[in-house]
């Protein structure tokens, strides 16, 4: 996911001269981060089981104060009975161990319970109640995670929004600049999703391949479930991305038996897949 418009208005420090007068800061700005794409899994509170899966758009503001956060949903859904997707802020949630490096910055989530409003208004919406509030934001790892409980009428959700790239971690490391093996995936339009993996080397045989910067697995099917998503794919020739640009890499690289699951619950990932006559398996945590 190609990281969206995100400003960040530093708590500047430059100082400002006007008819002789002493020197004075300026004020602290609050933090805007704009729409984000995300995929919204919901759960049934009481059982576990998935419930629905839409995708929305999510907006980020921190305070000035650098203590509280605004999260502005737009267009998510809970339950396949509810026809459009609604909007609504969830605000005050405290914003923890925020940090900033030039024009990037991360910060974690947590409320105990926060109204559900109308972002045109201001006023709550009858009948909603957010509880269980969690995240994680890293603007330069494109790391957007939020969770929440919804309590309407009589019935509870739980859902866990995340970015629609999810990449397993590499740390501490820039993903930009990591010679490690990684995993991206995008989730995509119709429960479709592809998959890219970095710095991937196959030993097929006894002998092994020379190292591969960036492989590209598309028309892979997504299977949302109770802790995420699944991924699966048969009969795909994959792509290797190039300087010039994606190369299919034809019938003798064939991927069959792809399956991928995804847990954006605990962050558990694995994957399997047989290619060239041999079968690739990884695990690794996502990064959220």
Do not use: W
Not at 28 to 40: N, R
């Amino acid at each position: 996911m190609k990281k969206l418009a995100f400003l960040l208005l530093l708590p500047a420090m430059a100082l400002l001269t006007a008819c002789g007068n002493d020197d004075e800061p300026v004020p602290a700005k609050p933090i805007l981060i704009d729409k984000q794409d995300m995929a919204f899994l919901t759960l049934n509170a009481a059982t576990g089981e998935f419930n629905h899966y839409c995708k929305a758009q999510c907006e980020l503001s921190v305070d000035a104060d650098a203590t509280l956060a605004t999260a502005t949903i737009l267009g998510a859904a809970f339950d396949p009975r509810m026809p459009h997707g609604v909007d609504f802020t969830i605000g005050d949630v405290r914003a923890l161990s925020l940090s900033r490096s030039g024009d990037d910055c991360s910060f974690t989530l947590k409320a105990a319970s926060a109204s559900m409003l109308n972002p045109s208004t201001g006023e709550p919406y009858s009948g909603y109640e957010i509880t269980d509030i969690g995240g994680h934001v890293d603007t330069a790892r494109d790391i957007y995670t939020i969770t929440f409980g919804v309590n309407t009428r009589g019935t509870g959700y739980k859902v866990v929004a995340t970015s629609t790239t999810l990449r397993t971690d590499v740390g501490t490391d820039s993903y930009y600049d990591t010679g490690k093996l990684y995993y991206q995936y995008n989730l995509l339009d119709n429960l479709k999703a592809e998959i890219y993996i970095h710095n991937v080397q196959f030993s097929v045989g006894g002998a092994s391949s020379p190292l591969l910067p960036k492989i590209h697995i598309p028309d892979l099917t997504v299977v949302p479930t109770s802790t995420g998503y699944k991924l699966i794919g048969n009969g795909i020739i994959p792509n290797n991305i190039t300087a010039g640009g994606p190369v299919p890499m034809g019938n003798r690289f064939v991927v069959t038996n792809f399956e991928a699951t995804l847990n954006v619950i605990t962050g558990e990932h694995h994957i399997t897949f047989d290619c060239m006559g041999g079968n690739h398996t990884g695990d690794a945590a996502l990064a959220l």
